[in-house]
């Protein structure tokens, strides 16, 4: 851009208006995250029963030396009985057998879980342990839950769950049942004989075809019906509901704080009204950060207080899925000002669209450090995962201050890939100049695009789409691209590298849009960031063919093109 005449260029005028302009965007965007939404008030009351799981920070079921301390449950419990009558268990190992005596003294009731696998061992101590305490707290257990999803983990058949339930059954003179998806009682009717009554789980988000949250309840309330007609002599407890603050989207399934908070009001409020006289369960009290380990951010954000035990929202009122949004926006821009800052210290001198367009994608660049970082926070649990998420973040920002920097001193050339690679197998041996620094940043940011989308073809299910920690570089690529459109030095030497990346990139894109479906917005906006990566790479696969063509396009020529 600084090859435009001198009559073109503006003065202070143009870098002003720059800021304003961004600005502005700036603000209408996070005062558009932020706004509150109006919602459908929760009655008033205690919720019925919430999932109760202690573990906190690196805690985890998966740690058989793990015993939770007294003091930690009694902690929750000081929190959970104000607005909770009961709590469920799905264990009672690990020190959770400490939960009886504690909600004994709140006045709280506690459905009581063995937890079934195929270990007879394991399962025994369990079912010793239901016994024991159902005998021990007979006023404080309402009821004993026999295996969670066991069926849906194919880890029992029927038959065996029917026997242990009679067992339970005549052992403590408690009330027993078994809780699994509601298609899995279905399809194991016989189980009903065996039970007091039916637990299903309905997790809108979860179903094989997601639901979106404003078709939430109607699903719930269908399933509700096809229960009922199945087994019309037992009572229904919806044993699992609710919906997650944090995650990746399935379809037009999107967890958020505002989504979670609307799907549980309208239940509440269902309850209260047309379901009255349906009992439930919801999924759960507390954030579980282990849960990230087995189904990726969204199993560690089902809790209506987060992992530090404050409440996620209001049960009335609006709702604001970033209430802090003014602090965000002023650190957004202020990131996007410093970048302006620093890249164009060095003279440069665009016109006033120039600056402009400078401008927006500097503010662009702040917003989504911003909230990469914030979904860093959110998705990392091991060091590996934090020292992931920081590379990540130092080619998004150093992408942009790149990139800027070329657009300062109009040097728009990039090295090609097998060069950079070249640099970083010996870097002693060659400065490290901006043209292979631009090369460094692209290539990883290409290759980081290519190796998520795969994933996101091949094994999607728990994945996130990083989509802010990408798009940076995919603009500001397809910037330099664009600025450098009639440089007579584009990339048009032999380079395999880049047309190999670039095709299957763009493969790739068009792919992962495919298969999350038209309705996945989140996925359609990662696919079309990959598509932007991958453009101005692309005429390297011209130039690939024309190579292949004329033979006598060769390394002489590759070389001048350099």
Not at 259 to 271: G, S
Not at 457 to 485: E, G, H, K, V
């Amino acid at each position: 851009m600084n090859r435009q005449p001198a009559a073109q260029r503006s003065g202070f005028l143009a870098p002003l208006l720059a800021l304003l302009l961004a600005g502005l965007a700036g603000f209408g965007f996070w005062w558009q995250m932020g706004r509150p939404v109006t919602l459908t008030d929760a009655p008033p009351g205690k919720i019925h029963c919430v999932s109760y799981t202690p573990f906190r920070g690196s805690q985890t079921p998966f740690d058989p030396t793990l015993h939770i301390p007294a003091w930690q449950i009694e902690e929750d419990f000081k929190i959970l009985s104000t607005d909770v009558d009961c709590v469920r268990l799905y264990a009672t190992d690990q020190g959770l057998d400490q939960v009886l005596p504690i909600a004994q003294r709140y006045g709280m009731t506690v459905l009581v879980g063995a937890w079934i696998g195929r270990d007879p061992l394991a399962n025994e101590r369990q079912l010793s342990d239901v016994i024991r305490l159902a005998n021990a707290y007979p006023d404080t257990v309402r009821a004993i839950i026999v295996g969670n999803e066991v069926l849906l983990r194919g880890e029992q058949t029927p038959e065996a769950l029917a026997a242990m339930l009679a067992r339970v059954k005549q052992a403590t003179g408690k009330p027993v049942t078994y809780a699994d998806v509601w298609e899995f009682w279905l399809k194991a009717p016989q189980l009903a004989d065996a039970v007091d009554f039916v637990t299903v789980h309905v997790l809108p988000y979860w179903e094989d075809q997601p639901q979106p949250v404003a078709a939430g309840l109607a699903h719930l309330e269908a399933i509700v019906d096809k229960v009922r007609a199945a087994f019309p002599a037992k009572p229904i407890l919806i044993g699992e509901t609710g919906w997650p603050s944090e995650g990746r989207e399935r379809e037009d399934a999107t967890p958020s704080l505002v989504n979670q908070a609307r799907y549980l009001r309208e239940f509440m409020a269902y309850v209260a009204g047309a379901g009255a006289g349906l009992d439930y369960n919801l999924i759960e009290a507390f954030d579980q950060p282990w849960k990230r380990a087995l189904e990726g951010t969204v199993g560690g954000y089902w809790g209506i207080f987060d992992a530090d035990r404050q409440a996620k929202f209001p049960w009335r009122g609006p709702v604001s899925e970033y209430p802090q949004w003014q602090t965000d926006f002023a650190i957004a821009s202020g990131l996007g000002f410093v970048l302006l800052g620093a890249a164009f210290l060095r003279g440069y001198r665009g016109t006033i669209g120039d600056w402009i367009l400078a401008g927006l994608i500097a503010e662009a660049t702040g917003s989504a450090l911003l909230l990469q970082v914030r979904h860093s926070l959110l998705a990392s649990m091991a060091s590996y995962d934090y020292a992931a998420e920081a590379l990540l973040l130092l080619v998004t920002a150093g992408s942009a201050l790149a990139v800027f920097h070329a657009q300062a001193t109009g040097r728009f050339k990039i090295a090609a890939f097998s060069s950079a690679l070249a640099w970083l197998c010996r870097p002693w041996r060659k400065r490290l100049d901006l043209p292979t620094i631009l090369a460094l940043l692209q290539g990883s940011a290409v290759v980081t695009a290519l190796a998520l989308s795969l994933g996101f073809i091949f094994d999607p299910r728990y994945r996130d789409f990083p989509l802010a920690a990408l798009l940076t570089p995919a603009i500001a690529f397809a910037w330099l691209a664009w600025s450098a459109r009639d440089i007579a030095a584009a990339r048009k030497a032999d380079r395999r590298e880049e047309a190999l990346l670039s095709g299957l990139l763009f493969l790739a894109g068009l792919l992962v849009a495919i298969r999350e479906g038209p309705l996945n917005f989140v996925a359609l906006g990662w696919a079309a960031t990959a598509l932007l990566l991958a453009l101005p790479l692309l005429p390297a696969l011209r130039a690939l063919r024309v190579g292949a063509a004329e033979p006598g396009i060769g390394a002489h020529q590759a070389q001048q093109a350099k």
